[in-house]
Structures are given as C-alpha cells and as structure tokens.
C-alpha cells in the first residue's frame, strides 16, 4: 500500500506565498508522473501542475509563471510552490501520484493524498 500525506497549507495573502509538499510512502518500486489538484466548492476537481517522470512540467493557464512544481525522486516527495497567490487559488489542494509498487509492478496504480486547504485572503 502506498500513502500520499500534503502538508504546507494555510491561510496565504493575496500577493504571497505558500509551499506544498506531499510525501510518498510505503511499498514504492518507482513513482510514474505526480501531480497536483485544486477543488474548491461546487468546482470539479482540476489539475494545477505535473511533474512527469521524464522531467517534464505542466501547469494549469492560471498558475503559469506564479506556481512552480518540483520532486524529488530519492526522497519520493513532490512540492508545489505558490506565488504571487491570487484569490482564485483558494481550494484544496490534492496531490496525486501513479506508483509502481512491489505488488503491481510493473503496472502504474493511482493514490491520492487527503488534500491540504490553501484559503487566500486580502
């Protein structure tokens, strides 16, 4: 079994900064791309950035050039940079990752962390 925890959220000022961080742990062989969410109330649950497996990143439009998206594949975290945060960003923020585990591999299985609150105020 594979757990994905977040922690970093919290209250953040309209203009400021926060920085999320989900650790992996558990039966890991190798983690696949790893992502993170947002929800907010009565929204569909969407994806904010990607950090691919081969390096690669993507970003939700919105967050392009304030969000910035890293891992670190020996420690098997992910974290997620917020700057220059926006009311908008105000959600839950879920980090998702595909794993092979000793159990499944080679085949890629999805875990979802719990999601931490970022509330962004003036």
């Known amino acids: 079994q594979v757990q994905l925890v977040e922690s970093g959220g919290g209250l953040g000022k309209v203009g400021g900064s926060l920085r999320l961080s989900c650790q992996a742990s558990g039966s890991i062989v190798s983690i696949g791309d790893m992502y993170w969410y947002r929800q907010s109330p009565g929204n569909q649950r969407v994806m904010v950035a990607t950090a691919a497996e081969d390096g690669s990143t993507v970003y939700l439009e919105t967050v392009k050039g304030r969000f910035t998206v890293s891992r670190d594949n020996d420690k098997n975290t992910v974290d997620l940079q917020m700057n220059n945060l926006a009311p908008g960003d105000t959600a839950v923020y879920y980090c998702?990752?595909?794993?092979?585990?000793?159990?499944?591999?080679?085949?890629?299985?999805?875990?979802w962390g719990q999601g931490t609150q970022v509330t962004v105020s003036s």
């Open positions: 998702h990752a595909k794993v092979r585990t000793r159990g499944t591999w080679p085949s890629l299985w999805d875990y």
